[in-house]
DNA sequence: TTGGAAAGTCAACAAGGCTGACTTAAAACC
DNA sequence: GGTTTTAAGTCAGCCTTGTTGACTTTCCAA
């Protein structure tokens, strides 16, 4: 589990990974992560929403008439927490409901032009900085990003990432 | 700022990111930073620690005798919410505090046996997930992550981050 | 000797998680 | 047709972790 040698990083050939290269990456992970939610952040800030509110908008607007219950899988919290941020959304106008045609005790969520417009802000941003990420790196660094971030997902998570629709890697 | 040919993505030549490819980098993150931190949280549950806690052991176990207001800054959030969080680590005795010697007001930050302890299990159990990513990614992709995730910080939190010791990539 | 930096503390508040209990409507099952 | 299950929504209360603002103590340095 340990290799005892910590601190000589040189070749890496495959399998040797010291705890120094993991101390990294596990840091990388934490600075890069606040970035990433830095410029949506700054944009909600002073409205009412949140964080919650962003990744809600994000995942209607991708994939327009998704069920609650579908949302609540993706994003992995509970319908109350949900429920708080959807009845927000859709009092203000942001978020619609419709009762579904097969099942009607289901509801589909579709993004109003309000709420498309808020939710193009944020991604904006949010690309913006992805795009630069990307750019400076280059496009093998791009592939290798994808590759170590999907081997980090619960396998829950990977499945669900990989399905979400137009996934051509 | 958008290139209006969304969808289509083949041979991507260095400058030609489609709105896809970033949302798909930005839903990467996501999925991802939830697994990067699953594991800890599965161990501070039922503990009376959080995330909190274990971010300040971590950054404590890495930088001995660092000052409060040094972990504050890497940290990024304010001394009152730093303070509630050392308080009670040092209370329990895994966090101790050392008047400075040459500037008296500063206190320097070790972690106890104890404190180490539980320090150790966290990572353990993070490094080991990332340790699986990068062997089932590939040496490459280790590189292509690191330099994404480098080019996406905030410029202080990568100062940072490139400045905490024993950094050679 | 005085100004300001470092640390610590108290109080109050907000966002966004959680559990538990319960309702309503509609589908599915038998 | 009656029962059970499912989807959604709601109320109440709790926790963690962030925030501001105000204030104290200590002590270095000009």
Redesign the interface.
């Known amino acids: 589990?340990d290799h005892s040698q910590t601190?000589t990083?040189h070749s890496?050939?495959?399998?040797f990974?010291t705890?120094?290269?993991?101390?990294?990456?596990?840091?990388?992970?934490?600075?890069?992560?606040?970035?990433?939610t830095?410029d949506p952040d700054r944009i909600l800030e002073g409205m009412d929403y949140g964080r919650a509110h962003h990744?809600a908008l994000?995942f209607i607007h991708?994939s327009p008439g998704t069920t609650v219950n579908n949302l609540l899988a993706i994003l992995?919290v509970t319908k109350q927490s949900l429920n708080r941020v959807l009845r927000s959304l859709i009092e203000d106008g942001l978020v619609e409901s419709r009762v579904g045609r097969a099942d009607k005790r289901e509801r589909h969520l579709h993004l109003t032009p309000k709420g498309a417009e808020l939710e193009r802000s944020l991604?904006?941003a949010?690309?913006?900085?992805?795009?630069?990420?990307?750019?400076?790196?280059?496009?093998?660094?791009?592939?290798?990003?994808?590759?170590?971030?999907?081997?980090?997902?619960?396998e829950s998570?990977?499945k669900?990432?990989l399905s979400?629709k137009?996934?051509?890697?």
């Open positions: 589990m601190g990083s890496d050939s495959l399998l990974l705890d120094e290269q993991l101390r990294k990456g596990i840091e990388a992970m934490f600075f890069a992560y606040r970035g990433f830095a990744r994000h991708r992995g991604s904006d949010q690309r913006a900085r992805m795009r630069a990420a990307f750019r400076a790196a280059g496009p093998g660094a791009v592939q290798g990003f994808r590759h170590v971030l999907e081997a980090m997902m619960d998570a990977r669900q990432y979400l137009e996934n051509s890697p």
